[in-house]
């Protein structure tokens, strides 16, 4: 059964960082690039981050760009998003989802919660 | 940027059809996907590479794109379909969503 389970979602200040863990299970974790999405509470899905299957080309909406890290590590199955300087408007349910190799996101875990918030 | 408009919100009759636009400058030139996602539920593919169907998904489902419109086609409503549904597509390295529309079924 192919599993994605993030977790690391908190309460954060603004101002502070949050890292966020996606573990991978049921599918060959390193065949795939990697995203992680994001919905605002009420609001629509917005695409965060995207990094290839072996890590070496990543890509990030403008909005956080600089603030926020994807990286993976292939030996543990795992997809990590670091988030720096959260803003209020970073509060959102973030997914990691596996990319199909023609575009779409066709594994999404349930999503963990971030509120940044004082 | 890549801007996609979907109409906020589409009813359709149970057992009738449900057409939900995705408006994009010249979007048939690029490959769109759709997702579905229930209230407090994970989006779910529904439609890929503008008219495919994922294993597990009805044949109700269809989708089309040409011009400046890509459409997703709900033959066939049933209750369950009632959801968001959001088109996407990859401009340049990067992904945009469109604005998602409510689909009610009556």
């Known amino acids: 059964e192919v599993q994605l389970v993030e977790s690391g979602g908190n309460l954060v200040q603004p101002g502070g960082s949050l890292s966020l863990s996606c573990a991978v299970s049921?599918?060959?974790?390193?065949?795939?690039?990697m995203s992680w999405v994001r919905q605002a509470p009420g609001k629509g899905l917005e695409w965060v981050a995207t990094?290839?299957?072996?890590?070496?080309?990543?890509h990030y909406v403008d909005s956080v760009k600089g603030r926020f890290t994807v990286s993976r590590d292939n030996a543990k199955n795992s997809l990590y998003l670091q988030m720096s300087s959260l803003r209020a408007e970073d509060t959102a349910v973030y997914y990691c989802?596996?990319?199909?190799?023609?575009?779409?996101?066709?594994?999404w875990g349930q999503g963990t919660t971030v509120i940044v918030s004082s | 940027s890549y801007d996609l408009t979907q109409p906020f919100s589409v009813s359709v009759a149970l057992g009738q059809a449900a057409t939900v636009t995705c408006g994009g400058d010249?979007?048939?030139?690029?490959?769109v996907h759709w997702y579905q996602q229930k209230p407090g539920q994970v989006p779910v593919l529904v439609i890929y590479?503008?008219?495919k169907r994922p294993s597990g998904i009805p044949e109700r489902f269809s989708g089309s794109n040409s011009g400046n419109r890509a459409t997703l086609t709900i033959s066939r409503a049933q209750a369950g379909d009632e959801a968001d549904y959001y088109c996407?597509?990859?401009?340049?390295?990067?992904?945009?969503f469109g604005t998602g529309t409510k689909v009610t079924v009556l």
């Open positions: 989802a596996r990319d199909h190799k023609e575009g779409p996101w066709d594994v």
């Open positions: 049921g599918l060959p974790f390193s065949n795939f690039w």
């Open positions: 010249n979007i048939g030139r690029k490959i």
């Open positions: 990094i290839k299957e072996d890590g070496s080309e990543e």
């Open positions: 996407h597509v990859w401009d340049n390295r990067s992904a945009f």
């Open positions: 590479g503008d008219y």
